[in-house]
């Protein structure tokens, strides 16, 4: 087997350098490289060395590709250096060829880079023969090493594109990634591994990532094998392969799976050393996991902090702020009708005076239960603040908004809501709603808004316990 091709990409875009070290496997060797992008991490890596070459962009927004070159050929002469650039001036480059750089390669035909190497590089040394068990172990941590990599892209994915979700086994986007973790660690010719399933502890059970259904929970404490190493905490063997646990600020989150492929297990079950291996790569991988699963989860219960309303669990003014603009520029794109009503409970304030503001918050309570129970199921219901509401009505026009306001308004008239002082009485309470549909009057979201908020005051005016506008 050859030798490594040992790389330093002077890079500042981590998917460029990448796409460099996929173009430099095909030189048929592979690839070990470090991306680095300033003047200290460039005097760091030629101490660290050896390297076989060195690939460096033209455009570094932190170092200049001339004083690059510069401190390579002093610490590293007979390394070749090369450049690759997008656009290049002319004079630019005769300066680079003239001061040691081997060879230029445009971005745009990166697909040059591996011939052009293979002509400057001295042919590897042949390594001594190796031995199977050896030589899988080697294999194995290649391929460790590069799914780590992927799993690292994906954990930046979930972070970069504010990906969260409340249930992943319900197909939300984290059980989309892990799905995609599976697919990427189930590769027979890679890290051997024949079938790979991701668990996840989600209250008191234990379940299948992206699966839905009473069949796909399993009960946290049943004797399941599965179960028992999730909740023991402990790797564990099994006659198909791996059950590594992940655990993440030290409580356990889910499990790794890990089936061995046919061919290999007589190996590995000969070999403590190569079922050593198998152990410790999945325990790196359970790691990696562990931290995306904790990350989505994290953000998942902060984006719902901040957009939850703490006395009903309805969404707050800032999520209405939000699905309103989303749902405006909807409408307006599509010509779509949409309709908002702004809600106020009547006489909230002798409630407060004579139960006290807890009194007032069950009532606050009781009122948006009914509100979420009366809604369609298109319709958005939002704690605006005080004793208001807002119901956001997509598809929905004027006259039929004005029909779900009325049956809103009805709803709560006749609902006996428990006096809190006193379980023999009941508290009878009513409503002012304003409706208003979009329409070319409205500029924005907050025009719109405007103008359902100066119907429910008109409704108050005229008397509460109506319905004005549409």
């Not at 992008?37 to 455009?59: C, I, M, R």
């Not at 460790?144 to 994906?154: E, G, I, N």
């Not at 703490?310 to 309709?339: K, M, Q, W």
Request: proline share 6%; with cysteine; glycine share 8%.
């Amino acid at each position: 087997m050859a030798t490594p091709l040992r790389a330093l990409l002077i890079e500042d875009s981590e998917d460029d350098a990448f796409l460099v070290a996929r173009m430099l496997e095909r030189t048929g060797r592979e690839v070990r490289f470090e991306r680095i992008e300033t003047p200290e991490a460039l005097e760091a890596a030629l101490s660290a060395g050896p390297w076989d070459l060195v690939v460096s962009d033209h455009s570094l927004p932190r170092m200049r590709t001339a004083e690059a070159l510069r401190r390579v050929t002093e610490r590293l002469p007979g390394v070749p250096f090369f450049v690759v650039a997008g656009a290049i001036r002319k004079e630019e480059l005769d300066e680079l060829l003239a001061a040691g750089a081997r060879a230029f390669v445009p971005k745009t035909r990166l697909d040059r880079l591996p011939e052009v190497v293979g002509r400057a590089v001295p042919p590897p040394r042949p390594e001594p023969a190796m031995t199977e068990e050896a030589a899988t172990i080697r294999r194995w941590t290649r391929e460790a090493a590069r799914a780590s990599v992927r799993l690292w892209q994906l954990t930046n994915l979930l972070r970069s594109a504010r990906l969260a979700t409340g249930a992943a086994s319900g197909g939300g986007p984290l059980a989309e990634c892990l799905r995609r973790v599976s697919e990427i660690l189930a590769d027979p010719q890679g890290l051997g591994w024949e079938k790979v399933e991701i668990l996840l502890v989600e209250g008191d059970a234990l379940v299948a990532a992206g699966r839905g259904g009473p069949g796909s929970r399993m009960p946290l404490g049943s004797d399941d094998p599965l179960a028992r190493a999730a909740r023991e905490g402990e790797p564990a063997d099994t006659a198909a392969g791996l059950l590594v646990p992940l655990r993440a600020r030290g409580a356990a989150v889910g499990l790794l799976a890990v089936s061995f492929v046919g061919a290999d297990r007589p190996l590995t079950d000969r070999s403590e050393t190569l079922r050593d291996a198998q152990r410790d790569l999945a325990r790196t991988l359970a790691d990696h996991l562990a931290l995306l699963v904790d990350s989505a989860r994290v953000h998942d219960r902060l984006e719902r902090e901040a957009t939850t309303d703490a006395l009903t669990g309805l969404l707050n003014r800032r999520a209405l702020g939000e699905r309103l603009r989303d749902e405006v520029r909807r409408s307006r794109r599509y010509r779509r009708p949409l309709s908002v009503l702004v809600v106020d409970v009547d006489g909230l304030k002798p409630v407060n005076d004579s139960l006290g503001h807890a009194g007032g918050d069950r009532v606050i309570r009781e009122v948006a239960k009914i509100l979420r129970r009366v809604r369609r199921s298109l319709d958005v219901v939002f704690r605006y603040g005080g004793d208001e509401f807002v119901v956001l009505c997509p598809e929905t026009s004027g006259p039929w908004a004005v029909r779900l306001a009325e049956r809103l308004r009805l709803r709560v008239e006749k609902a006996r809501i428990p006096n809190p002082r006193d379980a023999g009485q009941s508290l009878s309470l009513t409503l002012s709603v304003g409706v208003a549909s979009f329409g070319p009057e409205d500029a924005s979201p907050a025009a719109l808004l405007r103008r359902a908020d100066a119907a429910c005051y008109a409704a108050k005016r005229a008397g509460r316990n109506r319905v004005a506008g549409g």
